[in-house]
């Protein structure tokens, strides 16, 4: 088995080592750009670890990871456009650099070039693993949609944002992990709880990142924070304010939340200066805690021995104690 460190560089390495770029160069020229831009190739680093975890070599999941990695990257070319957002990974995102237009059809272009990167695959494994990303796609599709939706709904319930950030976050990392485990002939058991895991440290991972979003700066977390209290974006920490807050705190939290003009800076000020005196930072790291635990078991019963679990151990470990 290859060590963390040798099975992320392969990560890197699969996807950089890949040509993107071609005529007409208004399509591709943005394809390059956002695979280009780096980032921490979580999601084919879990493809590699999935299958070597069950027997085989990194080298037959590659082809796996570069598509799971392309469809990422076209769900963020969009996301990015529905959320407005200026940047990724502290650089401009492809629809501010190229225009709506284009990042949207080379978004539609990601999405197909993703496929026809598991055709590379074992033949007797394609059909399996076209299923598993198209199911993932769809499910992230639906979490996607829900967000948009919570946007102008003020019944969402914390159970209800979970499954909203269970699709849209925890689903790609369990279709990552589900390729390569399909890739190395993984059992129907072991799959179901490899997914469990999956999730369950999307859901952490995303809770966290609305702690980074809401209490990191620019330059440590690579783009612009404060962007989902701006967008009234009902995320775990202001569900849970609204459920703790006393009659007086809970009016003004839906008063900033109903505001569509407004300073910036004001308004996030406002927020967090609620949620601090709520002490929500601790509320959100429990919940936190609770699915990154309820990972750790599901994987602890997948039936392989300990030592080839290491790295997605080490992997569950990297993530919770990120800084960014």
């Not at 390059?32 to 190739?41: E, H, I, N, V």
């Not at 179901?192 to 995303?206: P, S, T, V, Y």
């Not at 790291?285 to 290491?310: F, G, P, W």
Request: proline share 2%; hydrophobic share 40%.
């Amino acid at each position: 088995m290859h060590t963390f460190e040798e099975l992320q560089q392969g990560a890197i390495d699969a996807v950089d080592s890949r040509i993107y770029s071609k005529e007409p160069s208004i399509l591709y020229e943005p394809i390059d750009y956002s695979l280009r831009q780096g980032g921490k190739r979580i999601r084919p680093l879990l493809t590699l670890i999935a299958a070597e975890m069950f027997g085989a070599d990194m080298e037959r999941a590659k082809p796996a990871a570069v598509a799971v990695e392309m469809l990422h990257n076209f769900t963020l070319l969009h996301d990015d456009i529905m959320d407005n957002s200026p940047l990724r990974r502290g650089k401009p995102t492809v629809f501010k650099k190229y225009g709506t237009n284009s990042a949207i059809l080379s978004g539609d272009t990601m999405f197909a070039k993703a496929f026809t990167y598991l055709y590379e695959c074992d033949k007797d494994k394609i059909s399996e693993l076209v299923e598993i990303m198209l199911q993932g796609s769809i499910e992230v599709c639906e979490g996607q949609a829900y967000d948009m939706e919570f946007e102008t709904r003020d019944d969402v319930t914390i159970e209800q944002y979970l499954e909203m950030i269970r699709l849209k976050t925890g689903v790609l990392l369990s279709t990552a992990l589900s390729l390569g485990a399909v890739v190395a002939g993984c059992g129907r058991d072991d799959l179901e709880k490899l997914k469990i895991f999956g999730q369950n440290i999307g859901i952490a991972f995303q809770i966290q990142d609305d702690i980074f979003d809401c209490w990191s700066d620019l330059e440590e977390f690579g783009k612009v924070t404060g962007t989902d209290i701006a967008d009234n974006k009902k995320t775990f920490l202001y569900l849970k304010a609204l459920e703790v807050a006393g009659e007086e705190q809970r009016k003004e939290l839906l008063r900033l939340f109903s505001l569509r003009s407004f300073d910036r800076k004001e308004k996030e000020d406002s927020v967090k200066a609620i949620y601090e005196s709520l002490e929500i930072r601790s509320y959100a790291k429990q919940l936190m805690n609770k699915h990154y635990e309820t990972a750790l078991k599901a994987l602890e019963e997948i039936d392989v021995v300990k030592s080839r679990k290491d790295n997605l151990y080490l992997f569950a470990k990297k993530l919770i104690t990120r800084n960014k």
